[in-house]
């Protein structure tokens, strides 16, 4: 059975501090791993790593690929209030995306 | 604008009754899929469709049916037969799948009991 696990399940941190989010993955037929941040309803897309592209960075976020270690991190650096969401980790194998349980980040003022 | 739309946002049901979500997409997109969203447990599958007339189970089909008669749609039926169907609802569709792509959402329905 295709597993993805989150860690922490929440963290609470205040505006200027940097975080780091966990996920690691057990599945077969691996193609690509994605970040999304869901704040109320939809959640919205950050990144997409796959074999070919295993580090990305948009702004203050960034995230990398460990494919001998399956796993991957999301780093946030100065972080706002405006940050505070539910942080969610999806694996895209050969059947279906599964999602790992999010990560709850609380970022206080 | 291109998107999901997902209908209606808040739905109540009662014991014993079949309810049915709505969700249409103009992206385009061949594959949708449905998820569950319980407090802690991330986004858990229930069906998804990657093609017209076509649609697989996913981890927790048990008390859902859906069908895909047009691209564009893919409905969600809560049956009498799920226990506890208080969830958040989410509609996701992508270019095609699985593959290297993003899946696009919905924003979502909140089914409660009463």
């Known amino acids: 059975e295709d597993k993805v696990v989150q860690s922490p399940l929440s963290l609470v941190v205040h505006e200027g501090d940097t975080v780091t989010l966990n996920c690691s993955y057990e599945v077969t037929n691996f193609r690509s791993l994605l970040w999304y941040k869901q704040e109320k309803k939809a959640p919205t897309f950050l990144f997409m790593l796959?074999?070919?592209?295993i580090e990305k960075k948009s702004g203050r976020l960034s995230s990398i690929l460990d494919k001998k270690e399956l796993s991957s991190i999301l780093n946030i650096t100065a972080t706002q209030t405006g940050d505070s969401a539910i942080y969610l980790c999806?694996?895209?194998?050969?059947?279906?995306?599964?999602f790992g349980s999010g990560t709850q980040l609380t970022v206080l003022p | 604008d291109g998107g999901i739309t997902q209908s209606p946002k808040y739905l109540f049901r009662k014991e014993g009754q079949n309810v049915t979500l709505s969700c249409e997409q103009n992206l385009n997109h061949d594959a949708m899929y449905w998820y569950r969203q319980d407090p802690g447990q991330g986004l858990r599958l229930i069906y998804y469709?990657?093609?017209?007339?076509?649609?697989q189970k996913g981890d927790i089909a048990e008390g859902y049916s859906v069908s895909r008669e047009k691209k564009e749609s893919f409905p969600l039926t809560v049956t009498s037969a799920q226990k506890n169907p208080t969830a958040f609802y989410l509609c996701a569709s992508s270019i095609q799948g699985p593959m290297n792509t993003e899946a696009f959402f919905g924003q979502g329905t909140r089914l409660t009991v009463v």
């Open positions: 999806a694996v895209w194998t050969k059947r279906q995306l599964t």
């Open positions: 796959t074999s070919s592209g």
């Open positions: 469709s990657q093609i017209v007339n076509d649609f």
